[in-house]
């Protein structure tokens, strides 16, 4: 096993709320969800940004995490993620600076190039250049976070004329920067030449490259060309999970949620395909399979306790370790049934991969192990303190 010692969990919170419920009671759940998280003990959430297509409905995710912030004490907070396209990177390096003051160095910057094309579409972003963007801005950002200088740059979608930070990170250097990667190289080669953390997806689909460890090797290819070092502790993997006491429990919560999520949004709304036959034909199967077919591929880990110990478990032999395991938000059950779903995790999983335990189970292996040659000593001893009380009653009847 190539983990960490301590692998890190977490939620990614894009969010994924259905269009026909009251969506300030969805953003309520998301603000206690992530309280629960934090009595859980879960290390970290990234919160997205999105401003479009009705579901996902965060669209700063500094507001949300300085919400989520003062409504818990030890979780973590990353941008899941900033859509640097979208912002003047002045703008996102003062926003990010200001909340880790305010969190006391709670919060973590994740970018990315904007995920949804209706989203680049209304802003009038040419969604070719959105990678590119992605580059030159997160360039600019770390500079202002390290440099003391005044910077003075021109591109074609910003400018910054004498500009530098007035107040600079409560954490030093700076918080941690993390850029998701999913399908193209982009995020992995950005990595690599920034130093940077991943957020990717678990399971590669029509990606660049072919593995997990593949995918990995192009962030350590680039940073050994840019004289920068990228670590697998700073790697997370999303994917979404639904537990409960059985398989048949979890399949069957899921399964109307699950539909919505994948056939509704991703396909209906957002235009991704759905599967595909062995022919490469593209085929939409029952609403009512989708959860089986999911967890067939291996994309999604709807189940028990032990099914997710096993996912993780392969997703380490096949990327070859990664840092933290990050559940992507859904609400495939309902509300008591999704907190259930996250007290699994935290009960049962997350010391298997956190060393929480290994103590525990060695004190008790031992115990058990010389209960018998203990007892007996108890017993001796029991039988001592008795034999003496009755010799000293004896001696004072004489």
């Known amino acids: 096993m190539a983990l960490p010692e301590r692998m890190k969990f977490g939620i990614f919170l894009a969010p994924f709320h259905w269009v026909e419920e009251n969506p300030t009671l969805a953003l309520e759940r998301d603000l206690e969800l992530l309280q629960w998280l934090d009595y859980l003990t879960f290390d970290e ?100 976070l390290v440099e003391d200088e005044p910077i003075t740059y021109k591109s074609d979608w910003f400018n910054l004329n004498d500009a530098r930070v007035h107040l600079k990170p409560y954490t030093k250097p700076h918080f941690p920067i993390y850029v998701a990667a999913a399908q193209s190289p982009t995020g992995m080669r950005l990595a690599g030449k920034y130093g940077t953390g991943v957020l990717s997806i678990s399971v590669l689909q029509d990606a660049y490259t072919n593995t997990l460890k593949e995918f990995w090797g192009i962030a350590e290819e680039v940073a050994s060309e840019n004289n920068q070092q990228v670590s697998r502790d700073n790697w997370r993997l999303v994917m979404p999970v639904h537990l409960a006491e059985t398989k048949k429990e979890a399949i069957e919560q899921s399964r109307e949620g699950a539909a919505k999520y994948q056939r509704d949004y991703f396909e209906n709304t957002m235009g991704f395909t759905a599967g595909r036959n062995k022919l490469g034909e593209i085929v939409q199967g029952p609403r009512e399979k989708i959860v089986e077919e999911m967890n067939d591929s291996g994309m999604w880990c709807i189940g028990t306790p032990d099914d997710l110990i096993e996912t993780i478990l392969r997703l380490d032999e096949q990327s070859g370790g990664f840092g933290g395991f990050m559940i992507q938000a859904t609400e495939f059950g309902n509300r008591e049934q999704v907190l259930r779903s996250y007290e699994l995790i935290a009960r049962y999983v997350m010391p298997k991969f956190q060393g929480t335990t290994t103590s525990l189970i060695a004190s008790q292996k031992w115990a058990a192990d010389n209960r018998f040659k203990l007892m007996e000593a108890r017993k001796k001893s029991i039988d001592k303190a008795a034999n003496q009380y009755t010799k000293e009653r004896k001696q004072k009847g004489s």
């Not at 941008?79 to 640097?84: C, E, F, K, Q």
């Not at 003047?88 to 909340?99: D, E, G, K, T, W």
């Open 45 to 144: 959430a990234w919160v997205g940004e999105h401003h479009s297509a009705g579901w996902e409905t965060i669209s700063s995710p500094e507001l949300f995490i300085a919400t989520a912030a003062e409504r818990t004490k030890h979780i973590r907070f990353g941008t899941g993620v900033l859509s640097i396209p979208y912002h003047h990177p002045l703008m996102v390096a003062n926003r990010m600076i200001q909340l880790d003051h305010i969190t006391r160095g709670r919060v973590m910057l994740g970018v990315g190039p904007g995920a949804l094309t209706t989203d680049a579409h209304m802003l009038g972003i040419e969604h070719t250049t959105q990678r590119e963007r992605l580059d030159e801005g997160l360039g600019i950002i770390k500079r202002l």
